[in-house]
């Protein structure tokens, strides 16, 4: 029944559609209900007109008056009441030659001549407004007439003379700390922002209206501004493209709504904003009744862009299941744009440009008179300057002097900060350090292992012979006894490799703790990469023993030896084979029976640079933190599970500390790869 409603009230050019619509049918019965209907709708229309222009008259604020227009302006014939009252009250003032007065009725003008697209006299309105409060030296209506010119040029598209006043008001604003109305226009710079398409900007003026909304107070205000902020928070994400997010926004508002039992400010903004959210997300049904919400909304209230944005939306939703439907607001749409986009609106308005140029003259003109003035009375006080001039120096020498000892203080202060600074980055680095030395731990344990074991077999079937060897001396049998021997050499030989083995893990890890960065030295990077993978794996493995993974390794065999830190890049590699583990997993635990998880190795020579590969197949990582993953303190781990500085000491020892590079591959859910390019030379 709301659609055949809207087919009537519709003023858009093809109304040959009204007659061929299937939902005609029930036409008789609307009538009907309409004629049962309109008698109390008109009584009760009456009596709400007659309520507030009794209001009017017994109220003398500013906020109050507005309040009550805006009212005015949203009834049917509203508008007229509310323009004859402010322009007697506006001609009492002018009389009384009260210019305060003057002022207020002057701004409550330009509200009512723009909610009727009068643009051109609401923006003579402004003009006024803005020389009389600066006559008055009124930062209160001065801000509010800055902001309304930018709401003026936001809706003829001059994005850069809205943005000029927007900034204009919000400095006036800010000195006078006029919370409600720094809300406005927060409000009015996230909407000039994004359509402007600087989201960045625009998400920043939405935060800064949201944090201040919280922090009010009057729990009246402070409702309407955090439904204020939220909406503009969901107007973000969804320039933003991100629906979801939007939605949550938007689904707060309806929250806050019911909770509070609020109605909207601007009637069917947020139904066609929630509609076209609901869309994106493929929610039809949703998206159709909100739609229709605003269009009707709109409709009543001839906010023609607005309605035309609801039934794009309409006409898209019905797309595919409802040609008809979709037909008939896709013609509304066109219908209220172009009443929207008449040139008559543009024409006035590029007149009063004109005259905007004219009084601009004007004012040169005067001031040009009062320079004229000035000079006269400045020959008369030149001499009083140049007598106090002497004196004015003299207090700025004294100055001088002690800032210069201030700044002498403060210097000392920033260099003693500094190297405070430099010391608790030194630790930090110490602390990654040996957090790494703590993922070694394990592996080592298992690396020295093997050695020790062949140390002990060796040393013990070495006692066995001996004990032969004095045997076979004591009976004479040399030959035995010289076979014994060479058996005994090559145990004590074993042992001497195995123990050196020992000995060159515990440098190596003697070496990864140590605060300096060490010097540079060749290096076969392929042992280098195949030692740390282990120690690695085997340190994870000793953390979960259920835990398994295929290693793939592809070495450059001919790979010239790297002049590098051998502790660093150890770390470097350390650090690339313990994120992999990680994330492989991390997938383990989530996915199904048929996933194997690998991490790869693989080490290039190419164009004077030896180029590292370490791949896995493990979770990825997202587009949106890519950048971030290389910050300091920057970790996707859950708290207790890492420091954030692992990839960011990475990235220092690769790029700063050997001039190398370092690039990350990766897509989300399939794996990632960390290539580490270092120069030969």
């Not at 006559?135 to 936001?154: C, K, V």
């Not at 107070?217 to 501004?225: H, L, Q």
């Amino acid at each position: 029944m709301a659609e055949v409603y809207n087919l009537i009230v519709w003023k858009g050019k093809d109304r040959s559609l009204l007659f061929n619509y299937r939902y005609l049918k029930p036409m008789k019965i609307f009538k009907i209900l309409i004629f049962l209907f309109l008698p109390i709708t008109v009584t009760a229309q009456k009596s709400r007109l007659d309520s507030l222009s009794s209001q009017l008259k017994t109220n003398s604020s500013y906020e109050q008056l507005d309040k009550l227009v805006r009212q005015l302006i949203t009834s049917p014939n509203g508008d007229s009441i509310a323009t004859k009252f402010v322009n007697e009250q506006l001609i009492h003032a002018k009389k009384a030659e009260d210019l305060k007065q003057e002022a207020k009725f002057i701004l409550l003008l330009s509200i009512i001549n723009t909610e009727s697209d009068n643009y051109s006299m609401a923006l003579q309105n402004c003009v006024d407004g803005v020389r009389i409060s600066k006559s008055l030296n009124d930062t209160y209506y001065l801000s509010r007439f800055f902001r309304r010119l930018g709401l003026i040029y936001a809706y003829e598209k001059d994005h850069k003379k809205s943005g000029l006043y927007f900034r204009l008001a919000l400095e006036a604003t800010v000195l006078k700390r006029d919370t409600a109305l720094i809300l406005n226009i927060y409000s009015s710079l996230e909407t000039h922002y994004v359509v402007l398409k600087k989201l960045d900007s625009a998400r920043y003026f939405a935060e800064l209206e949201y944090k201040l909304a919280n922090s009010l107070k009057n729990e009246p205000i402070k409702n309407n501004a955090i439904i204020s902020s939220l909406m503009d928070l969901g107007e973000v994400e969804n320039a933003l493209n991100r629906p979801d997010s939007a939605l949550f926004y938007y689904l707060q508002v309806i929250r806050f709504k019911d909770y509070h039992h609020f109605t909207a400010n601007a009637p069917g903004f947020f139904e066609k904003n929630i509609a076209a959210t609901y869309l994106k997300l493929g929610q039809l049904d949703s998206a159709k009744k909100y739609a229709l919400i605003g269009y009707q909304k709109t409709s009543a209230n001839k906010n023609y862009g607005w309605m035309a944005e609801a039934a794009e939306t309409l006409s898209k939703a019905y797309e595919g299941n409802d040609y008809p439907k979709s037909l008939f607001y896709y013609k509304a749409a066109v219908g209220a744009r172009d009443t929207l986009n008449s040139g008559m609106r543009t024409q006035r308005f590029q007149a009063e440009e004109n005259r905007e140029k004219q009084i601009e003259e004007e004012f040169k003109k005067s001031a040009a008179a009062y320079q004229a003035k000035v000079r006269v009375y400045s020959v008369i006080t030149i001499l009083a300057f140049l007598s106090i001039v002497s004196f004015i120096l003299l207090v700025a020498y004294r100055k001088q002097q002690k800032g210069n000892k201030l700044l002498k203080s403060q210097k000392l202060e920033i260099e003693a900060a500094l190297l405070k600074l430099q010391a608790t980055q030194q630790q930090l680095i110490q602390s990654e350090k040996m957090a790494s030395l703590g993922e070694l731990t394990a592996g080592i344990a298992h690396e020295i292992q093997n050695p020790l074991n062949f140390v002990n077999n060796f040393s013990e079937v070495s006692v066995e012979l001996t004990q032969e060897l004095k045997h076979e001396l004591k009976s004479g049998n040399t030959e035995e006894a010289v076979a014994i021997a060479d058996d005994l050499e090559q145990n004590l030989g074993k042992i001497n490799h195995h123990g050196k083995r020992a000995d060159a893990i515990v440098k190596g890890m003697l070496q990864h703790s140590q605060l300096g960065s060490g010097t540079k030295e060749p290096v076969n990077i392929n042992s280098l990469a195949d030692e740390y993978m282990r120690l690695a794996y085997h340190g994870l493995r000793a953390k979960d023993k259920d835990f398994n993974v295929e290693l793939i390794t592809s070495y450059d065999e001919k790979l010239p030896k790297v002049n590098m830190v051998p502790q660093d890049m150890g770390r470097v590699m350390l650090n690339l084979f313990n994120n992999a583990f990680y994330a492989v997993n991390q997938k383990l635990r989530t996915a199904g029976a048929g996933y194997k998880p690998e991490v790869a190795v693989t080490t290039s020579a190419e164009n004077g640079h030896v180029i590292i590969g370490i791949k896995d197949n493990g979770i990825g990582i997202p587009d949106a933190i890519k950048e971030k993953i290389m910050q300091p303190f920057f970790t996707t781990k859950p708290t207790g599970e890492g420091t954030g500085l692992g990839l960011s000491l990475t990235y220092d020892m690769v790029v700063k500390g050997h001039g190398g590079t370092l690039e990350i591959v990766s897509k989300e859910g399939e794996g990632s790869e960390f290539i580490v390019k270092l120069p030969l030379n």
